[in-house]
């Protein structure tokens, strides 16, 4: 029921994925309110989330909304991973309310996949779910980035970077010295198969030279929606260049596929969603645009964390 | 003599201000160093502060540096303004130190303009100079940006807003939370004659919808460096794109102009710099790999700032 484009595009990307990849996908919503579901399985949840709803309240009081049956059907283990397109705080709420956390996780927090070109994304963490953080929640973050970046895209030794405003350790505010300080450490690198890089900068976010950047959920979300505004405004400037004259319209054509396959690697369909690391299931948030498409990536990733046993995984880097 | 491509760019940069906009430049270093410097004044400085020292100490130690000397000439009236491509964190200390600070403002802020297509930029500060701020010093920024903003854009009633995770005036971190709520005090924004619109996003920023962004030194820092990465990677796919076969390299020689002009618009050497304001004097500071051109435009924004009085109108706007 989540998302601007719900439930019509959810279903859709619901149904692709049952179709076309053989992904049993379970719908949580009301069963009034949706288009053919053909065969898939629907939960009953009278209650719906708005998207901008306060979420902790909206969760502790709608008790059958879509989010917070999905988030009970995980820890029901009627489903595998919860994946939603709506309130992505109530999401959260939903998912750390019943799902509970991980024994040695403080906070949960959210992972983005951001795009490198032609290599493994770097993944971003916390990108907004912890506005405030202490400093030992990134060593938290650092262990479960490094086992998500493992089990998501395949990096056998991920390198972990901090994000602050020079690469030297003496860099960046009082917090981030002590985050710094801590990471240095060399326990949760060992322990979880990666390697500590130490401070990375704003700049190599789309790079290659890192894997993982832990940072606090507000300087992270800045971050993320930084980028969203960056691509956006470039990509528009893109479209006026070519809408100089006749002779750029033509080149403009000729490069099309070529510039749509650059922008497509860019979007945020591709890249099946955020994910909320350190709640005891998957839990895919999908961007609150979704299409059909973003849908059905979200819910094959959800698919893949559940077949190698992320959760696990991240279980035991939390206490190893 | 501070910046890469230091003096032979800075020289060139500071001839042309001269002889093609009568800009009285007065170069500031080793004579012995300097390639030709035609009728430019130059008062010699034995000492270089390397772009890597650290820049309190060096301040402190090295006084017969170009930097230190380059202040030292506007704090005794020999020169106007200061303008500097070498180590950022020297040029600012230097500048403190020599010049002193305006009456009513706490600390200097870095205010660096964020290209923004078709429109004038973003005012984005502080973009560096502290690390931690306490939220009254982003009501001073919010002062200085606004005066800025429209002695330098002319924009005649600025549009001030917090960097936060939301637009909703409970969002953001407990610090930001504080931020906004002294903002939202009426006394800054009358007498500035500027508009406090609220939080705005990180996709807000090279966007039209705001003129001045005000944040905390280490997450401006962290925008800044996010977007020049965007740019850089996103360009970079674009010259893949158009490099995939004859037809498309084709198409990219026709789109060339409006290309170029597209990359010319984000590029910094068109900015002409950011600004240390809060200092007793007009302090430019341009990025450390300035060519000719960039220092040409970092002396033209110097000189204007210079016409205008800004300083004198920071001053009045730190106390008004």
Sequence with gaps: ???????????????????????????????????????????????????????????????????????????????????????????????????????????????????????????????????????????????????????????????????????????????????FELLSGPDWAAATGSEWIGNVEGRDVMTTDVDVIVTDGFTGNVTLKTLEGAMKTLIGQLLVAIDTDDDTRAAGVTLGPALDSMVGDFHPDSTGGAMLLGVKGVCVISHGSSSATAMLNAIKVASEMVQVSMVDHLAAAAVG
């Design 1 to 179: 029921m989540g998302g601007d484009r719900a439930p019509g595009e959810i279903v859709a990307g619901a149904r692709r994925a049952a179709e076309e990849y053989g992904i049993p996908v379970v719908l949580v919503g009301r069963p009034e309110d949706l288009p053919d579901t053909g065969d898939l399985e629907v939960i009953a949840a009278s209650e719906v989330i708005a998207m901008d709803a306060e979420p902790g309240a909206s969760v502790r009081r709608m008790k059958d909304s879509s989010l917070v049956r999905a988030a009970e059907a995980v820890r029901d283990g009627r489903a595998s991973a919860m994946v939603s397109a709506g309130n992505t705080g109530a999401a959260m709420a939903s998912a750390l309310l019943r799902m509970g956390r991980i024994k040695g996780i403080s906070r949960p927090a959210i992972a983005t996949p951001i795009p490198v070109p032609g290599s493994t994304p770097t993944t971003l963490l916390d990108a907004g779910a912890n506005s405030e953080c202490r400093p030992e929640w990134l060593v938290e973050f650092a262990r479960m980035g490094s086992i998500y970046a493992r089990d998501r895209f395949g990096i056998e030794s991920p390198r972990v970077g901090l994000l602050s405003i020079g690469e030297e350790a003496g860099k960046g505010s009082p917090f981030v010295k002590e985050c």
